[in-house]
């Protein structure tokens, strides 16, 4: 195997406590990328390779990958030596491509190819399962530059009174985007669950990696979601939001980010995309932002670019373009030559 060139900066928080910067030159670091993958897509380390070229050519410093629970524990408390193993692959192809990439993790968007002993666990068990899969995930990812963090989980809940097993939602194109970590509150608040299911998975990653940052995917209304933020960011390195700015409102969502923002940490919009708006409520909200957001990951979705033209491609196209458009603005990797 030929040796990586140009190896990526550690990434840590800069001196302002305000966003992210190279650990050791300083080097402020705006995240400038995609969401990318479905379950299954990253098996196949070739198409891997492709997409991550793809995202690099577009000026895309960063990417956020989703790995599935379910494909690498082989039980409650094993996961798969076959399946670090892959993941330290990916990792090094995104080092030759000079992509940072947000781990997130954790996730079951289709809970029936989860492990049938999964949904058989307790709450307590559960989260215990889920500490032992960031520890397998901090072990494999600890010696790479290319991670800029480890989302705990995408847009989790806190539940109360619902029936055994109802551990997903969030259902959006089939797939179930969001997970509840409690299913009753058992005499506690939701502030209390919230808090110490992130202190129990951020304690099992800093056990094996004390140097990448972690974070936690949030929905924007906390007072549904139970997951508010001003209750786990001592436990993060910063906060990470989903905000689809509608039409007309996109003011709302800059205010969510400025909010955030208040509360003293780096915030990073995970998910941005113009599905509840158009193209120039997308960038009106970026512009917005910039002087809040440590930096923004919207949608690459390659099978929407080639072909029959359709309302999906068309908006996966403007994206694209936008995307393009602001990249010498934003995506800022720490020696790459495209600091603004």
């Known amino acids: 195997m030929n040796p990586v060139a140009h190896s990526l900066e550690l990434l840590g928080i800069d001196a302002g406590g305000t966003g992210f910067a190279g650990a050791l030159s300083g080097q402020r670091f705006t995240a400038w990328g995609f969401n990318w993958g479905a379950p299954g897509e990253y098996r196949d380390l070739g198409a891997v390779r492709e997409r991550f070229a793809e995202m690099r050519a577009l000026d895309a410093n960063a990417v956020r990958v989703h790995l599935q629970f379910g494909d690498l524990m082989e039980s409650p408390t094993r996961a798969s030596p076959k399946q670090l193993a892959h993941i330290e692959a990916i990792l090094a192809i995104a080092e030759r491509e000079r992509l940072y990439l947000d781990i997130s993790g954790n996730e079951v968007w289709l809970p029936a190819t989860a492990p049938p002993w999964y949904g058989r666990l307790t709450e307590a068990e559960r989260w215990e399962a889920q500490a032992d899969y960031w520890s397998a995930v901090a072990r494999a990812c600890a010696g790479s530059p290319a991670v800029l963090c480890y989302d705990l989980l995408s847009e989790p809940s806190v539940g109360h009174g619902l029936r055994p097993g109802d551990w997903y939602t969030g259902k959006f194109g089939g797939y179930y985007f969001g997970q509840r970590i409690s299913l009753d509150l058992a005499g506690r608040t939701r502030d209390e669950v ?110 929407l670019l080639g072909g029959k033209q359709n309302a999906r491609s068309k908006i996966a196209h403007a994206w694209l373009e936008l995307f393009r458009n602001y990249a010498p603005a934003l995506a800022r990797t720490p020696g790459n030559g495209l600091v603004a």
């Open 194 to 303: 919230a808090r110490a299911w992130t202190a129990q998975l951020a304690e099992a990653v800093r056990a094996y990696d004390q140097r990448h940052l972690i974070t936690v995917g949030l929905l924007p209304d906390m007072d549904v979601s139970g997951f508010r933020a001003a209750v786990v960011a001592p436990l993060l390195d910063f906060l990470s939001v989903h905000l689809y700015p509608q039409g007309g409102r996109e003011a709302e969502s800059i205010g969510v980010v400025e909010q955030l923002a208040a509360l003293g940490k780096p915030v990073l919009v995970e998910e941005t995309y113009p599905l509840a708006g158009d193209l120039s409520t997308i960038e009106r909200f970026i512009l917005g932002t910039r002087s809040h957001a440590a930096g923004w990951f919207g949608f690459y979705f390659p099978q």
